[in-house]
């Protein structure tokens, strides 16, 4: 395998009308030990376009690296999907259901053209390789019976690395432990982008890092994203940097998406009351600091869910309806490229938020 030029990139059509990726009614089930089963994600659907950055919001538990594990086929030996599909479509036009895939061509598929970036960065190290190892490793496995050159890893690897901001040299020779946090997240986005896919899938990349270095991952991000033109499915706990890297948002509650839109809907006018109490819960960025609102309650357990809507016992809009109908997402606003507002409420029309969230362009 010639290793990719990093000058590669997939940007040439941003409005392409074919998604990248079509999920549809996708579950995920987990088998537990003393509970039978949990399905930690419910009926998913949804499309990315090409170059798009898609941000997964959602408490703590909602399924969004549930989600973004499926979407790769990276689950757990207890995960499964019993239902759903992803279909995949290359830079050819050529589609492929992900599911379906034998595990040789899923093992191609999942770096050349889907690739992920784990939540918890030390943990996705193999600790006792050093870097360059590491990096050197997923090249060759990648190289199509081909012996590449140690100087070809060593160049391939060195181009990814000035990609993400990191020197080369020092960074090659060292452990995982002798990098701090922010280094290691940065050599996990330059390895998953080693083989130059189109999708990558980023699970809390700034999580526990300090706001400094969550600004230069940030950073990089976008950086490589106008250069290279992935498309990104982006999970996160914090509102701001979802305002900031994405174009799309989608909130998750209970294993499912329950609102999507533009990152203007989505912190403008959200239409869904769990959106709403999360952009609530948002610091403002100008102006008094208001009493923050909270969302009362927890999520309930996936394995005792309530009839009807999932969110009823935690809502202040709820009526009798929403007992026995757990609402599909209605359409709020449409849009071309998956940028349409949804909302899976049935009194979305009843529900108005907004909020100026810090780092946000909307
Ligand atoms: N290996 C597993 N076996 C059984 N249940 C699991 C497993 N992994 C996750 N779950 C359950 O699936 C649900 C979704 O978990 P998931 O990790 O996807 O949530 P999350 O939104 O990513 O949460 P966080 O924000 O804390 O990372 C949770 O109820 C969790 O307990
Ligand atoms: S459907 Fe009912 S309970 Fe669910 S979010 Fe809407 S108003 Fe609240
Ligand atoms: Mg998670």
């Keep these: 395998m010639a290793a990719p030029a990093m000058s590669t990139t997939h940007a040439s059509s941003p409005a392409s009308e074919t998604p990248i990726l079509s999920v549809r009614d996708l579950v995920v089930r987990y088998r537990t030990s003393n509970k039978g089963h949990v399905d930690a994600v419910r009926g998913v659907s949804f499309d990315l376009y090409p170059n798009q950055s898609l941000a997964l919001v959602g408490e703590s538990g909602c399924g969004k690296t549930t989600l973004g594990l499926g979407l790769l086929r990276l689950l757990p030996r207890l995960g499964s999907v019993p239902s759903g599909s992803i279909d995949y479509t290359d830079g050819q036009g050529k589609h492929v259901d992900?599911?379906?895939?034998?595990?040789q061509a899923l093992r191609r598929w999942r770096w050349e053209?889907?690739?992920?970036?784990?939540?918890?960065?030390?943990n996705a190290f193999n600790p006792v390789l050093k870097i360059g190892e590491q990096m050197g490793d997923t090249i060759k496995a990648h190289a199509d019976g081909r012996k590449p050159s140690q100087?070809?890893?060593?160049?391939?690897?060195s181009e990814m690395l000035r990609g993400v901001r990191l020197e080369p040299k020092r960074v090659l020779d060292s452990y995982p432990h002798e990098l701090?946090?922010?280094m290691r997240q940065r050599i996990l986005i330059a390895m998953a982008l080693l083989l130059d896919p189109r999708l990558l899938v980023l699970d809390e990349p700034t999580t526990a890092l300090d706001i400094l270095t969550q600004r230069a991952i940030v950073d990089v991000l976008a950086e490589l994203r106008a250069e290279r033109g992935f498309a990104m499915i982006f999970i996160t706990h914090d509102l701001s940097l979802a305002a900031e890297l994405a174009d799309r948002v989608a909130t998750m509650y209970a294993g499912r998406i329950i609102e999507t839109g533009s990152v203007r809907d989505i912190f403008n006018d959200a239409h869904h009351p769990y959106t709403a109490g999360l952009i609530n819960a948002v610091p403002p960025v100008r102006g008094e600091l208001p009493t923050l609102a909270s969302i009362p309650g927890s999520p309930p357990s996936l394995a005792k869910l309530p009839t009807g809507c999932a969110f009823r016992d935690r809502c202040q809009y709820a009526v009798d309806a929403c007992a026995t109908t757990d609402p599909p997402l209605d359409l709020i606003e449409e849009r071309p490229l998956g940028l349409s507002h949804t909302a899976a409420c049935l009194r979305w029309q009843d529900v108005h938020s907004s909020r100026e969230v810090v780092g946000a362009d909307v």
Excluded: C, P, Y
């Excluded at 053209?113 to 030390?122: I, S």
């Excluded at 100087?151 to 690897?157: A, L, P």
């Design 113 to 122: 053209e889907g690739a992920m970036v784990f939540q918890g960065a030390m």
């Design 98 to 103: 992900v599911l379906k895939l034998n595990r």
């Design 180 to 182: 701090s946090g922010g």
């Design 151 to 157: 100087q070809e890893i060593t160049d391939r690897s």
